[in-house]
């Protein structure tokens, strides 16, 4: 497949092909059509040839080069394959346009200090683990670090210290950035409020900019409920000290904070499957 690609990348054997795929063709006819000099065309045809995208065959003195479709049509289905992937319901690629969109609309938004002052965002989740776990997943570093970062990221060091006044510190990295070698995709810093045992958590947490002032605060608020299937959590989020840098970070809120809650639950739902077995 590299052969073929690497043949088709020149604008040259492109024309070439192009030509072929209308019938087989001489050397010299191929020139004259592609308005290019007989020897360069003869090197293209030898490359296409090498690639089997082309085959020839002598008669008399001419050549006649012909198209081979298979490798054409190989090549069509891995494209196929690749733009489906790409293009599926649902998927990173979809994710990626939305938060294209809400990156765009936050910008244009952010006029001056203080623009998005008094925002807020609500995520609600019946989850199905008892009142003690959920709390758990939501206050213990090893067990936050599963589910706290969205699909494309993962946590790269966390501290969260579950008491009034305890220090909060998120940083994240690319998922696939195994050896920390690429840059921090994100830091935040924040302190705890409230913390009433499987009840209710409270926190304000600061993107922090790589000049290390804060893009803005987010007030997290979580309440946790029993109920005869599990927990409901609803979590409440509410902004201030927002900066005209912040729109970046707050155009993905929803977007990666809600696929973080989704991991939460699809945590839990893992956990209680092992547990019941």
């Excluded at 001489?26 to 003869?42: D, F, K, M, N, Y």
């Excluded at 990156?103 to 995520?123: I, K």
């Excluded at 006044?165 to 690319?174: A, F, N, S, V």
């Excluded at 790589?210 to 007030?219: E, L, Q, R, W």
């Amino acid at each position: 497949m590299d052969a073929i690609l690497a043949a088709l990348a020149d604008p040259a054997r492109w024309r070439l092909v192009s030509l072929l795929a209308e019938r087989p063709r001489s050397v010299g006819v191929l020139a004259q059509l592609a308005e290019a000099r007989q020897p360069q065309t003869t090197k293209h045809l030898q490359t296409l040839e090498r690639a089997g995208i082309v085959i020839s065959q002598r008669t008399g003195q001419r050549r006649i080069y012909a198209l081979r479709p298979a490798p054409l049509q190989d090549l069509a289905a891995v494209l196929n394959q690749l733009a489906g992937t790409a293009d599926r319901i649902g998927g990173p690629g979809a994710t990626f346009d939305r938060y294209g969109l809400s990156l765009e609309a936050e910008r244009l938004a952010a006029a001056e200090s203080g623009w998005a002052d008094g925002r807020s965002f609500r995520f609600q989740r019946s989850l199905t683990a008892d009142a003690e776990l959920v709390w758990r997943h939501l206050t213990e570093a090893d067990l936050l670090a599963q589910w706290w970062s969205p699909d494309d990221l993962r946590v790269s060091e966390l501290v969260f210290e579950p008491r009034p006044g305890g220090r909060i510190l998120l940083e994240y990295r690319d998922a696939e950035d195994a050896d920390g070698s690429d840059l921090v995709a994100g830091r935040a810093e924040g302190v705890v409020d409230d913390a009433r045992v499987s009840e209710r958590l409270s926190y304000w947490l600061s993107p922090v900019l790589p000049d290390g002032s804060v893009a803005f605060t987010a007030h997290v608020d979580l309440g946790l409920r029993a109920t005869d299937t599990g927990t409901d959590l609803d979590i409440h989020w509410r902004l201030t000290d927002s900066t005209v840098d912040s729109a970046d970070f707050i155009a993905g809120i929803e977007i990666g904070f809600g696929q973080s809650l989704d991991k939460l639950a699809a945590t839990l739902a893992a956990t209680q499957t092992r547990t019941s077995k």
